[in-house]
C-alpha cells in the first residue's frame, strides 16, 4: 500500500513527490507534518493580516543607549575541521564558567545575519547560519548568564543585525525559576550559562498557516547549531528540552515563546572519590 507522500505508479516505481500535488496529503488531517511540507511547497507568500504578535527583542529588551547595557559579538575566532567537531561532539551537564569571549563567539557563529531582504509583501527575510523556511528566521538567541567571566548576570538578547547582546527585562524571579528549571531537567545544579532559542511564530505562520511543526524543525536544527560551535571552541554543552521558561504565551502562536536551550561551560573535573 502507497505512504502518505507516495502514489500508485502504473510502472511500479512510487511517483515523485515534486510533481505529484496536493493529492498526495492526507485529507483527513490538516495537521499532520505533511501539511506543513505541502504549504511550503504552494503556499505563496500573502500579508500578515490581522494584529503581528509582538517581536521577541520588544518583549525580551527594553530600549536604552547605555554603554553598560551591550556587549559586542563576533564570529571571528579559533576553529576546527568539521569532523574532529562532529568526532568529539557529546552532551555535557555538569559545568564550569566559560568567558564572554567563547559565549559570544558561540552565539555569534550560531545567530547573526548574513544578509537581509523583503519579500513581495514587504516582509523581511534573510539568510543565517541555522535554515528557515522561507527565510523567515522567527528565533533570536537568548543567554541567560549566571556565572560567566566578563557578562554581568542576567538575560542578554542578541540582536543579529548589530553583532550586539542587548541587555534582557525578566524580573530575578523568573530568571532563577528558569534556571531551576534547567537544573531539574539534567539533574546538575544550575548551569553557568544556558542559551535559548526565542521563537516568534507570527513570522513562520504568516505565511505557512499549518506550519507548526516548521518551528519546532528549526529550533532543533538551532539548537544543534549552538551545541556543533561550543564544541567546536572546546566549550561543553547540553541540549536541554524545556519550553516556555522565559516567555510561556499559550497557546504559543499568540507570542513568542521559548523553545529549548543550550547550556554552555568547561567541562568540570570529575568529583572526588568518597573514601
Not at 507534518?33 to 527583542?57: C, D, I, K, N, T
Not at 520588544?58 to 571571528?76: E, H, K, M, N, W
Not at 574532529?84 to 555569534?108: F, H, K, N, Q
Amino acid at each position: 500500500m502507497p505512504g502518505l507522500l507516495e502514489a500508485p505508479s502504473g510502472a511500479g516505481r512510487p511517483a515523485d513527490p515534486r510533481s505529484a500535488g496536493r493529492a498526495l496529503v492526507n485529507p483527513l488531517d490538516q495537521y499532520h507534518p505533511a501539511s506543513s511540507f505541502e504549504q511550503a511547497r504552494h503556499v505563496r507568500p500573502g500579508p500578515v493580516g490581522g494584529s503581528r504578535a509582538p517581536s521577541v527583542r520588544r518583549s525580551l529588551v527594553a530600549p536604552t543607549d547605555a554603554a553598560a547595557d551591550f556587549i559586542q559579538v563576533s564570529d571571528v575566532g579559533p576553529s576546527r575541521p568539521f569532523a574532529e567537531v562532529v568526532a568529539d561532539r557529546v552532551s555535557s551537564r555538569r559545568l564550569t564558567p566559560p568567558s564572554a569571549e567563547e559565549i559570544g563567539l558561540v552565539i555569534a557563529r550560531a545567530g547573526l545575519s548574513r544578509a537581509t531582504a523583503t519579500d513581495s509583501t514587504g516582509m523581511a527575510i534573510g539568510s543565517r547560519a541555522a535554515p528557515s523556511a522561507g527565510g523567515r528566521h522567527p528565533f533570536e538567541l537568548a543567554l541567560l548568564a549566571r556565572d560567566v567571566r566578563g557578562i554581568p548576570p542576567g538575560l542578554w538578547v542578541l540582536d543579529a543585525h548589530a553583532a550586539v547582546l542587548r541587555r534582557g527585562t525578566i524580573t530575578d524571579e523568573r530568571a532563577t525559576s528558569a534556571l531551576a528549571d534547567i537544573a531539574d531537567a539534567t539533574r546538575a545544579g544550575n548551569p553557568p550559562a544556558a542559551v535559548f532559542v526565542v521563537a516568534d511564530p507570527a513570522l513562520t505562520l504568516s505565511r505557512y498557516p499549518l506550519g507548526d511543526s516548521l518551528l519546532w524543525r528549526e529550533a532543533g536544527a538551532l539548537l544543534m547549531l549552538l551545541h556543533l560551535a561550543a564544541t567546536d571552541i572546546g566549550l561543553s554543552s547540553c541540549i536541554v528540552g524545556t519550553t516556555g521558561r522565559l516567555l510561556d504565551n499559550e497557546p504559543y502562536q499568540d507570542g513568542p515563546i521559548d523553545l529549548g536551550c543550550v547550556c554552555l561551560g568547561h567541562l568540570a573535573p570529575d568529583p572526588a572519590p568518597v573514601v
